[in-house]
């Protein structure tokens, strides 16, 4: 007898991380690999951060506090709001898997668009449920088509906003109109795991959505613009029945205390905030005139990264870069997503994508860009 594994679970694709440096380093020879492709803040962790850490490694001794109470509490003064509503996971990851076993049953479905990010889909399927998926339009989110996909059985509605990969944004406006045709039964999930980086006006108000009423969760991470991806901590807003009831499933200790004390340390950092704004901005704007002289066409991009038609095969491309040491992300057909690094880094970017560009010849690969 061997262990059998469900079909549905066995058919799962695994996440596909960003390369790590040191692989491409040892596979390609090279040293000093330049790392775009996780999104992650090339600035660094919060200085403010990195000095709590040291003072807090002699308790490590201790188990957590399994309720967060700091960081809830300074989240909850942050947002206006009670900190009944806050939930803290192991990565906004973690509250997506949660979400998934809060309100979905077997066969129940769950509405997804595609290009977004992978584990939606990943947390659905792994938990029986039904991944209904809608393809955005001209890049951006297609919201009456994702309307039109609800069903009695839906529970679930994702929207990634800024969308991962494309950088693009649903609007307050579009929300407000698409929350008003949704039924009740709905929970719709907006990941703004990069909300911190958006400087359009007319971003969404989730905070002020919810106490309209409306069904929302929202969820952010500190693995972005924080730059505390390796600790592993996010947060959502939700109504305090839903996260009494993603209380009682999840582990007892799921954020460590490094992590609740680096999160804290780093939320009231507005310098490393403001300096990694700043950085995101001039590093877009250096490769939206690189991507303009190549005539390549892109999506102007609310977070960190930027979305690029490559008008080739888009893994050739990728593969031609990891040589000249910069790893990217290759999403799909002609479409990479390249992170927007340290000034050094983008210029290093720049130099071998454009060797790369101009030694392969643009060819007919098809997108929707
Ligand atoms: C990076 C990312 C997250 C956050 O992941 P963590 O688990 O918090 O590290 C969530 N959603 C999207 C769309 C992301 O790109």
Do not use: M, Q, V
């Given at each position: 007898m061997s262990i059998e594994i469900h079909p549905t679970i066995a058919a799962i694709n695994p996440y596909i991380p960003g390369r790590l440096a040191e692989e491409i380093e040892r596979e390609f020879g090279i040293t000093q690999a330049t790392k775009l492709?996780?999104?992650?803040?090339?600035?660094?962790?919060?200085p403010k951060a990195l000095s709590v850490l040291r003072d807090e490694t002699?308790?490590?001794n201790r188990y957590p506090d399994g309720n967060g109470t700091a960081l809830k509490h300074s989240l909850a003064q942050k947002y206006g709001i009670t900190a009944d509503r806050i939930m803290l996971g192991n990565g906004s990851d973690e509250l997506i898997a949660l979400l998934v076993k809060t309100v979905m049953a077997p066969g129940d479905d769950a509405i997804i668009a595609t290009p977004s990010f992978s584990i939606y889909e990943t947390a659905v399927t792994a938990g029986f449920g039904n991944a209904i998926i809608v393809p955005l339009t001209d890049c951006h989110y297609d919201l009456s088509a994702m309307a039109k996909a609800i069903t009695p059985r839906t529970r679930l509605l994702f929207i990634c906003n800024p969308n991962n990969p494309t950088g693009t944004i649903v609007n307050g406006e579009q929300l407000l109109s698409f929350l008003h045709q949704i039924p009740k039964h709905v929970l719709v999930v907006v990941d703004?795991?990069?909300?911190?980086y958006v400087t359009t006006?007319?971003?969404?108000d989730i905070i002020g959505l919810q106490s309209q009423g409306h069904p929302l969760v929202v969820l952010r991470t500190?693995?972005?613009?924080?730059?505390?991806?390796?600790l592993r901590i996010g947060y959502g807003i939700a109504s305090p029945t839903v996260i009494e009831t993603m209380n009682k499933i999840?582990?007892?200790?799921?954020?460590?205390t490094l992590a609740q004390r680096a999160a804290l340390a780093a939320l009231q950092d507005d310098d490393h905030i403001n300096a990694s704004r700043a950085m995101n901005l001039t590093g877009k704007a250096l490769f939206y005139d690189t991507f303009t002289q190549l005539g390549l066409p892109f999506t102007h991009s609310e977070a960190n990264f930027v979305y690029v038609n490559t008008k080739q095969n888009g893994k050739v491309a990728f593969e031609a870069l990891l040589r000249f040491g910069v790893i990217v992300r290759h999403i799909d057909g002609p479409m990479l997503r390249i992170t927007v690094g340290l000034p050094h880094e983008n210029e290093r970017f720049i130099t071998a994508f454009r060797t790369v560009m101009q030694t392969s010849p643009a060819s007919n690969a098809s997108s929707n860009l």
């Open positions: 492709a996780s999104n992650e803040n090339a600035l660094g962790p919060s002699n308790t490590l703004e795991a990069y909300g911190e006006p007319d971003y969404p500190f693995s972005k613009i924080y730059g505390l991806a390796g999840r582990l007892p200790f799921n954020t460590n």
